[in-house]
């Protein structure tokens, strides 16, 4: 089995909350992405988005991504963007096995129309602007999510199968 289990899919599509139950079964530690960057860099990232531009995030990104290459026995969930730059599909593939959690534009939206925590990419967006916000970046971004080993449905993870899933791979 892998040392690094990595979960990708847009942001609302529950890597963290799959992510924590996965490595739960498998005894494996847990890692988001997102609290690594705000950690390492002194910074909540809606603030940093405010403050800087999403190139610099992304590249920034990029680099915890590279540190969590020597890591062991870790589920590691990632930004949603993370695959789709600088080639952050391919080096996962290379270091571990990849997850994308799939789900449709519409759960999405519902998912973060009623989300606690504000993400910075649609904190100013209507209803009607989210879901057609959604609906292009995903567009965008599924040729790079498809690239994942394992595809599962994200409204309807079964942890047991999934873990059963990984174990064969």
């Known amino acids: 089995m892998t040392d690094r289990i990595y979960i990708v899919g847009f942001m609302g599509a529950g890597k963290t909350t799959i992510g924590k139950k996965l490595a739960r079964a498998l005894g494996y530690r847990f890692l988001d992405m997102d609290d690594l960057f705000e950690m390492r860099y002194k910074i909540e990232i809606h603030t940093f988005f405010d403050k800087y531009d999403e190139s610099l995030f992304r590249k920034l990104e990029q680099e915890n991504l590279k540190r969590t290459f020597r890591m062991k026995n870790v589920v590691i969930a990632t930004g949603g963007g993370t695959p789709c730059h600088y080639n952050g599909m391919e080096k996962m593939n290379q270091n571990g096995l990849t997850l994308f959690l799939n789900m449709s534009p519409a759960a999405i939206a519902n998912r973060l129309m009623s989300a ?26 599924l040729e790079h999510y498809k690239k994942a080993r394992l595809t599962v449905d994200g409204l309807s993870v079964d942890i047991s199968k999934l873990v059963e899933q990984i174990k064969a791979k």
């Open 116 to 141: 606690k925590n504000i993400r910075p990419l649609i904190k100013d967006k209507t209803g009607e602007e989210l879901k057609a916000y959604i609906e292009e970046k995903l567009n965008e971004r």
